[in-house]
């Protein structure tokens, strides 16, 4: 099933063999054995009630809990293994099934290279509402996580201009990830019961999830996880995201780093399963290694593009959906680095299939927002769209008559069979294979035609326009959670 | 009637169908037609089409290619009927085009000949391996304006020098222009040799020799 103007992943002919069952089933046990001896702490007076009345072992004090293995493996079962992200065009609705990959914008960051003048300054909510737009009519582009932060609004309802933007701007599924506390979590949920008539109805079209991070090693946020039960009440997709990181907040060894992250996500998603049995949740992570001499999130490198894999493993293991990390670089400009790091990461955690991809867009680990980045990471998207579609074999692929028709010598540029079928090549956007003379004459390349369609896009794009009443039904509700 | 007609044939070069190229050209004739109108209103919009569609990124390859067979296929059909009235198609130029000798490799150059002609010139393309005075001798023959070497090794494209050399020595320049091409040929190389023109691809050499004709703006 295909969405409108929405390119994903589906019926892969690649496959990859990441980890053994035997070793998926290693990492299980070892992550059980975590969250009973170790434990998880979770800072939240409702999340550590639930899990006194489920039986687990709870030191109030403390805020950690303890949970016997088969506790947490009855929970989980409880999770839907498909469902579907809604978007205010239902033509848009993306299929969690295990099959289909989509791309969102990557979300959070700090500073852009402003579209107009490329100097790079402080992000504010024009740049939610402009990213939206171009992600908006950029066929890669599925969903949206918020891409930059709004600091240009009040820090306690700056998550709700955000989604507010997002929605005023595009059509497509909204993901926000920098919802985290009580307040604005209600306040997003009326926002989202607006766009579908009535809160009842955001179960079966829930326009709006909620991806939450864990507070590595083996901890959540006392906010998140109460937004995250809200969320899950109301029947809206939630999902924890582990970011450990190798030698600081997570084990040096890859698999003690994916059992600790797998701790971290499996116990909030069975938190969530114990409170609201059926909830629709996911898993999601962005792991990674730090950096051995500054001690930073390095966002990219081998591992990265190894837990882009193995986690869909897991995630597969528990039957749920995945949110995975991808695209992420520490490259301080659209270069080598960024392109050789947004490749291997998303093909790794595609050739999986991973449910959502984030995502696109950014530099600098993550912090700088660069148009040209986003146009040509979707552009990398396309090129792993096309390769996990394989080669077919069948006699029309085979070829044959035109084969015989061009015999020896000759050439296939005049066959019907070419004409038929040269649509299938893949096409670049970004790429350039010009005559050299024609490059020494302008010296330009990706980035520049990346930069200069996304300004096209931004320009010339017209999302369908939020409702007039919706609009200032959602201002109603922000002003009312700003102080 | 005939305006139809004009659009069938316009379709069938764009379609690159040189079967129905063909036969539209055959049935002008039965309908007694001018062949050189419908040359002019017919195919060449067609082709001219294609070559916009080209040019904006819209089409492909193939298509300026099919829709150039399929072009030379209808001038085919109708050139001995210009012929029997006295009349020719007004041409942009005489190529001669060859891979040169010790050379097999003839995509690229078979490529130009079919843009060439799409685009009014009139091609001898005398293959691969051909020796200098075979090119020079049909040049001669045919009254050329422009010679096209081609070349895929750092061992052949030696040879281009070769034909130039022949040439100069013969007094043949500039009355015949030279243009090279091929996967090893570099600015620096056509510089050296003292070539008039080259090009990276096809559709760059048709630019190149519109300008060693003195048409550049056609």
New interface residues.
Partial sequence: MSSKNIKSISNPKLKLEILSPDEVKKIHEATLQIIEKVGVRFPSKRALEIWDAHGADVNYEKKIVRVKPQTIEDALKKAPPAYKLAARDPQQDLQLDGNHVYLGTDGCGVEVMDIHTGQKRTSCLQDVHDIARVADATEEVAFHWVPVSAQDTPAEARGLHEIKAVWENSTKHVQTESIYNIEEAKAAIEMAALIVGGTDKLRERPVLSLMQCTAPPLGHDGGSLDAALLAAEAGIPTGFMTMAACATTGPTTMAGNLAVGNAEVIAGTALLQLAFPGAPVFYAAAQTASDLRTGAYTGGGPEDFLFGAATNVLADFYNIPLSMGAFATGAKEPNWQAGLEGSLSSFMASVVMSDMLLGCGFLHGSRIWSYAEMMMDCEIFSIIHKMMAGIEVNDETLALQAIAAVGPGGHYLAQKHTRNHMRELFMPKFMDRRPYSEWETKKDDARDWALTRARKILNEHQPEPLDGGLRREMEKIIKSVEK | MSEELYKEMAQSIID?DSDIAIELAKKSIELKMHPLETITKGFVIGVNYIGDQFGAGEA????L??AG?AMKAAVAVLEPELLKLGEAREMMGKVVLATVEGDIH??GK??VGTMLSASGFEVVDLGVDQPADKIIGKALEINADIIGMSALLTTTMVRQREVIEELDKEGLRPRIKVMVGGAPI??DWVTKIKADGY???AI?AVKIAKELVGKADQ
């Fill in positions: 690159g492909f390859l193939p298509e290619v099919m067979e003839e995509i078979t490529l570099t600015r090009s990276e691809d760059g």
